[in-house]
């Protein structure tokens, strides 16, 4: 790669870019360069799709849809929690300014880094297999910067990656002409999903059972076909 003022720099190509190149930002990451490439090129729609899903985004699972499916959630943060106190406690025994400080933080911040990129491909693919499939998907638009002042659960909100899901599959949805839809997210654990009764259960309780009606479903499952019939009528 030929930068100006620079000269020629020898680099791993991640993939071919395709279509015309406008601009080229350079990153440093713990030690490491990155060149990114922003091109313009034309739309590529996928194939209509008149599918459409609801999903609903839980720490058990990443995401279940209306039709039943389930994505794991990555937890990479929960695998790699012992192994990040570890060498936390490594840095802070060490003086500061010293050599072997700097190379315990910059251990520590490569380990931080793999979670995060481990995270953002899990995020990839679901996001990738969801716009594949349906033209119309589903979320609910959920205040997660509130939800993460919860202390018990902040941590595994974090560890999801809530956003990060939604944000790849809104972007992905627009450049393959599919179409994403964000509800208002209350109530839609307890309703009921067949006749809309409101049917009170603890967080604890995964079963969604409706005396009203008589239906039985999952609790997730029951929240995803009430955040797709929700974005069909807004």
């Known amino acids: 790669m030929r930068l100006s003022k620079i000269g020629d720099v020898r680099i791993r190509l991640h993939r071919q870019p395709l279509g015309k190149i406008k601009t080229c930002t350079i990153t440093v ?9 922003s091109c ?9 799709s008149t599918d459409q899903v609801g999903v609903d985004l839980g720490l058990k699972y990443l995401a279940v849809t ?11 943060l929960r695998h790699n929690e012992q192994k990040l106190k570890q060498l936390q406690r490594s840095v802070s025994r060490k003086q500061r300014g010293s050599n072997r400080r700097k190379k315990s933080v910059q251990v520590l911040a490569k380990l931080h880094e793999k979670v995060a990129n481990s995270r ?5 693919k679901v996001s990738k297999e969801l716009v594949n499939r349906y033209g119309l998907i589903a979320f ?4 997660i910067q509130g939800l993460v002042k919860n202390h018990h659960l902040a941590k595994s909100i974090a560890d999801a990656g809530w956003s ?6 809104t972007y992905k949805a627009e450049s393959a002409g599919r179409v994403v839809v964000q509800v208002d997210p209350r109530n839609t654990s307890q309703q009921c999903s067949r006749c809309g009764e409101i049917v009170k259960k603890a967080l604890s309780v995964r079963i969604h059972r409706c005396d009203h009606c008589g239906y039985t479903a999952d609790r ?12 069909l009528v807004s």
Do not use: W
């Open 220 to 231: 997730d499952e029951n929240a995803a076909k009430n955040i797709l019939q929700r974005a």
């Open 120 to 124: 953002k491909d899990h995020a990839h």
């Open 66 to 76: 209306s039709k039943g499916e389930t994505y794991e959630a990555p937890k990479q």
């Open 40 to 48: 313009e090129m034309e739309g590529r729609l996928l194939p209509s």
């Open 29 to 37: 990451k713990n030690g490491k360069y990155y060149a990114c490439f």
């Open 140 to 143: 609910e638009n959920l205040n």
């Open 164 to 169: 990060q899901l939604v944000q790849f599959t």
